[in-house]
């Protein structure tokens, strides 16, 4: 393990879902000795409990490698539900509560609430990113072009040159 290999993250649904879909949640314990996941995080994650990938979520949990905790401060979480949804507020909350920065989160105002409150968000574009850099990917356009085109996510055309420019596969 390198960089912050030894740091603990604090996952909201997205970025689990959209690895589990390209089959890339493996990368996860390559960044992060531990992956915590708030309660609203596991409701979320049940109704799709069928979706490609989304087991494996489910076995991660029962191996260890990724732990379901309870946040304490549900005025916090109330708070952030104001304009995140419970799965987001969540992941905020218990990063803070826990004391680890880095919190894995897609959804864009989430991810400026939790730069605001001093934490680190990467999405799943940044975790392919790294995994690229890292040398644990191949190929980050053929795992956005996956996302976008059977998973169904958005990308916008923009972002997804620069990620490509940052990952060397522009030309």
């Known amino acids: 393990m390198n960089g912050i290999g030894s740091m603990h ?13 390209i089959n890339q ?6 960044f992060f ?6 309660d609203a995080v596991l409701q979320e994650l049940e ?5 490609p990938g989304v087991q494996e979520i489910h076995r991660a949990i029962t ?15 109330h708070s952030l539900e104001q304009d995140l949804g419970s799965g987001e507020a969540e992941a905020i909350t218990l990063a803070l509560e826990r004391g680890h920065p880095h919190v894995l989160i897609d959804e864009r105002e989430g991810s400026g609430v939790a730069e605001q409150l001093g ?15 890292e040398g644990h990917l191949v190929s ?6 996956t996302l976008r085109d059977k998973v169904g996510f958005y990308i916008h055309r923009n972002l997804f ?3 490509l420019r940052r990952a060397g596969e522009d030309s």
């Not at 949640?25 to 390559?30: A, F, I, K, R, V």
């Not at 191996?63 to 979480?77: F, L, N, P, W």
């Not at 934490?119 to 850099?133: D, E, H, W």
């Open 9 to 21: 993250a604090v996952s909201d649904t997205s970025p689990l879902f959209n690895l589990a879909a």
């Open 25 to 30: 949640l493996h990368l996860l314990p390559q």
């Open 140 to 145: 980050v356009k053929e795992m956005m072009t």
């Open 119 to 133: 934490l680190k968000p990467m999405g799943v574009l940044g975790v392919l990113l790294r995994a690229k850099r």
């Open 161 to 163: 040159l620069e990620v």
């Open 63 to 77: 191996e260890g490698s990724i732990v379901v905790a309870t946040v304490r401060d549900r005025g916090r979480v």
């Open 33 to 38: 000795e531990e992956i915590l996941i708030p």
């Open 47 to 51: 109704p799709v409990r069928k979706y």
